[in-house]
Every structure is written in structure tokens, then in C-alpha cells.
């Protein structure tokens, strides 16, 4: 079993809709990462938390430390946000070594 | 202020290979970690160096190596390349975090290498 489990793999909406992703981990994090991949590889930093609730524009991300779980969520979706979505996290212990999930892509349909 | 950037974007290499790939990480970020993404899959950490020195390994064998330069940026070499080596080699540079607490990872566009 991965430390890190990402649902759904894939999700497919149409323009307008309201999407969440999940992440769940098995380890004790100090921050839970959650990052943006477009076809070609490059990776986009969208959130790092350890507690609590980030907005950003349309994007929410969400973290349970004791439940061990994270949401993004974006409102509102639009066809540019169509990539995959990546959640990370740092274990305790203070190295920099981030953790994976194996991704969400996302699909948003005009 | 230019991101993170890596070299070559692209490379081609045969079995038994060796190759160098390169990082220069963000201007003031003294830390440096590498990942494999193999297609279909996320990431998997490589290495982390700050201050030149090697901070963290993953479960990679020891064909890989890499190494940081005084002015912060990096390469990873891999000895003896075999198919399995293809994927997208990421490279990432942060502000290394003494008091142990997190800082943003940045990441380059990697170099995608192919192992024919």
C-alpha cells in the first residue's frame, strides 16, 4: 500500500462544475504539498499546508492532520484547469523528502 | 527571477550509457532534491543536497549518483543506464528549512530521458 493514496485517478467534469480531489496518507507529516502537472512535465506548486484551510482564487485545499486527509477542491472549473493534480507530503523528522501520490487527472470539458 | 532550470530537455541514450543531467536551482535556494517520474506514476525522491553535502537518498541503486556545486546548482549522473531508466528526471530547489518545518519545493521541467 503506497504512504500516499490519491482518489479518483481520473475525473472528468464539465465546465462550471465544483471538483474534489482527495488524498490520504499513512505516515506523520510536517506539511502535505498539493501540485499541478501539465502534459510535458512541468510541475506548479499550488499549496503547502500542515493544519487547517489555504484558499487561492478558485482552488481550496483542505487538511485533517488527525484524520489524515487532505481535499482540493476547485470552483467553478474551466477547461485550463484540465492537468494532473499531485499530492505530497514531507514526513517528520525534517528531511525535505517528499512523498507522492500517483496523481489525479483531471479533465475539464467545455 | 529565472525559475528553476535543468538541461538538456530532452535526451536519447542506449543501454550501458552513462548520462549527466543538470540543475540550477532558484537564485538564493541552497537546497537541491532530485526525482524520477516514471510515466503513469508520481514522482520518486532521488536525492537532497544543501550546502554540498548529501541531506536525504531514496531506494535508488548506486548507479545514481549526484553532487551539488558551490553555487548551488547540481547534476545526477546515472552509470550503466538500462531501459527501466527512462522517465521525466525532476529537479526541485528550496530554502532548506534548519528549524525543520516545511518550505515550497520549485520545481524545474525536467529532462525526459529515453533508454533505447
Known amino acids: 500500500k503506497n504512504e500516499v493514496e490519491q482518489s479518483p485517478q481520473n475525473l472528468t467534469a464539465q465546465e462550471g462544475e465544483f471538483i474534489t480531489i482527495n488524498c490520504s496518507y499513512s505516515?506523520?507529516?510536517?506539511?502535505l504539498h498539493w501540485l499541478q502537472q501539465h502534459p510535458g512535465g512541468g510541475i506548479v506548486s499550488l499549496f503547502m499546508?500542515?493544519?487547517g484551510k489555504k484558499k487561492h482564487g478558485r482552488l481550496i485545499a483542505t487538511i485533517n492532520i488527525q484524520e489524515k486527509h487532505s481535499s482540493l477542491h476547485i470552483t467553478a472549473s474551466h477547461p485550463r484547469d484540465s492537468a494532473v493534480y499531485i499530492c505530497a507530503v514531507r514526513a517528520q523528522g525534517g528531511s525535505e523528502k517528499l512523498v507522492f501520490g500517483k496523481g489525479t487527472k483531471l479533465t475539464v470539458n467545455p | 527571477d529565472a525559475g528553476v532550470t535543468q538541461s538538456p530537455t530532452h535526451l536519447i541514450k542506449t543501454r550501458g550509457q552513462h548520462v549527466t543531467l543538470r540543475c540550477s536551482p532558484i537564485s538564493g535556494h541552497k537546497s537541491v532534491s532530485w526525482y524520477q517520474q516514471v510515466l503513469g506514476q508520481g514522482p520518486q525522491f532521488i536525492f537532497q543536497?544543501?550546502?554540498?553535502?548529501?541531506?536525504g537518498r531514496g531506494n535508488f541503486p548506486d548507479r545514481f549518483s549526484a553532487r551539488q556545486f558551490p553555487n548551488y546548482s547540481s547534476e545526477l549522473n546515472v552509470n550503466a543506464l538500462l531501459l527501466g531508466d527512462s522517465a521525466l528526471y525532476l529537479c526541485a530547489s528550496s530554502l532548506f528549512a534548519r528549524t525543520g518545518g516545511a518550505e515550497t519545493q520549485y520545481f524545474g521541467p525536467g529532462t525526459r530521458l529515453l533508454v533505447l
Open positions: 499546508l500542515s493544519s
Open positions: 543536497y544543501y550546502e554540498k553535502e548529501e541531506r
Open positions: 505516515v506523520g507529516i510536517s506539511a
